[in-house]
């Protein structure tokens, strides 16, 4: 073991690990996942003829070569969505909750009502 | 560049540490920092709705009946001024967004362009919401 290896012990490397740098960059990707998403959705949904429910669910269930290719690519957006509010939200906490039992209390209600968000988004496209 | 004129100099400006509720009232934002707060309350407000906006989604995708009753539930005032405000959520946490982008890839961080970005974002924002609002109570 040489000095230089700071993954343990009193003198650990507590810092620099990336974590932070790693959620501000997933919050960005994601932010841009949807941003396309979005302006995707908008043109299918301004060039289509007429708001009717065949149209509206047609975008959704649009196939490419049999594949549900709008399916996941609105599953993809959503969990991106979901894991970008959690971020959101998250820091929203770490801004103005300082006790660490309801800091925690919080993150952990935050982390069930998405992924709870995330079932039911993926129950209803299922569904489709 | 005030950093840089003796203290003596300097106009006296009010300090704020550890700012209370009603001191929060009285403190005006610079426009950024307007558009930055928005951002915040606008994605919290989207995140507690998200249930209720994919209980909407579901209802408008699942089958022809619940189609009907997506329709049903949107045709209520109450609910198209809890949609307006969700459409003016999303409009400025999309424009803002945006900015933040740009800004974290270095362009328009000097103080003059950070401002008329900021007020760019509320001026595409806020006039999209009023056509969205007007649309959505059938003016057009």
């Given amino acids: 073991m040489s000095s230089s290896n700071k993954d343990f012990g009193a003198k650990r490397l507590t810092v620099g690990a990336h974590y932070g740098l790693m959620d501000w960059l997933a919050q960005r990707v994601t932010a841009v996942i949807m941003a396309v998403y979005t302006l995707v959705l908008l043109v299918m949904f301004f060039t289509s003829a007429e708001f009717s429910y065949d149209t509206w669910a047609g975008v959704f269930t649009a196939s490419w070569g049999g594949f549900p290719i709008m399916k996941l690519l609105t599953f993809l957006t959503l969990l991106s969505l979901f894991y970008h509010a959690w971020i959101g939200i998250r820091d929203i906490w770490m801004d103005y909750v300082k006790p660490t039992a309801i800091r925690l209390t919080l993150h952990v209600l935050t982390i069930l009502w998405l992924l709870g968000c995330s079932a039911y988004a993926a129950l209803i496209l299922w569904r489709l | ?140």
């Avoid at chain 2, 900015?99 to 974002?121: E, M, P």
Wanted: net charge positive; glycine share 6%.
């Fill in chain 2, 1 to 140: 560049m005030s950093d840089f004129t003796p203290s003596s100099q300097r106009k006296v400006r009010p300090q704020f540490t550890n700012l209370n509720v009603l001191q929060i009232a009285r403190y005006s934002l610079p426009l950024p920092g307007k558009v930055s707060i928005f951002h915040r309350l606008s994605g919290a407000g989207m995140f507690l709705l998200l249930p209720w906006i994919l209980y909407l989604f579901e209802q408008s995708v699942t089958t022809e009946v619940t189609f009907e009753v997506f329709k049903a539930i949107v045709s209520s005032v109450c609910v198209k001024i809890i949609l307006l405000g969700l459409i003016w959520a999303y409009l400025h946490h999309f424009c803002a967004g945006i900015r933040f982008l740009l800004l974290d890839l270095h362009i328009g961080i000097d103080k003059a362009s950070a401002r008329q970005s900021a007020a760019a974002v509320f001026a595409v924002s806020v006039p999209l919401a009023v056509l969205c609002g007007l649309k959505l109570f059938g003016v057009f």
